[in-house]
């Protein structure tokens, strides 16, 4: 089993940048995939960016090119690097973790994009 927890959303302008973080513990980080997943009030949770054990990533359309998903596994740990974030990117963002059948979820940061 796995639990996660994130860290480092807040508020801040558009066009800023945010870095958040997922601590992993109770079991082997490293053996699972991760994602990190937003829901913005009033619709469904989405899947913003995903990263695979084996370090292959993915993003969403309208993060293209201005979010990174990254992770260490010497730390337990995965990363959401935000740039140039708009006020559509303001939601509750989510770290899973997943293998097979198994998936965990953080309890959420709140980001907030407002000048």
């Known amino acids: 089993q796995v639990q996660l927890v994130e860290s480092g959303g807040g508020l801040v302008q558009p066009g800023g940048s945010l870095r958040l973080s997922c601590a992993a513990s109770?079991?082997?980080?490293?053996?699972?995939?991760m994602g990190w997943y937003r829901q913005a009030p009033g619709k469904q949770r989405e899947l913003v960016a995903q990263?695979?054990?084996?370090?292959?990533?993915k993003y969403a359309d309208s993060v293209q090119g201005r979010f990174t998903i990254s992770r260490d596994n010497a730390k337990n740990t995965g990363y959401l690097q935000m740039n140039s974030l708009k006020p559509e990117d303001t939601a509750v963002y989510y770290c899973n973790a997943n293998l097979a059948t198994l998936g965990y979820w953080g309890q959420g940061t709140q980001v907030t994009v407002s000048s």
């Open positions: 990263i695979t054990r084996g370090g292959s990533t």
């Open positions: 109770g079991s082997s980080f490293s053996i699972y995939n």
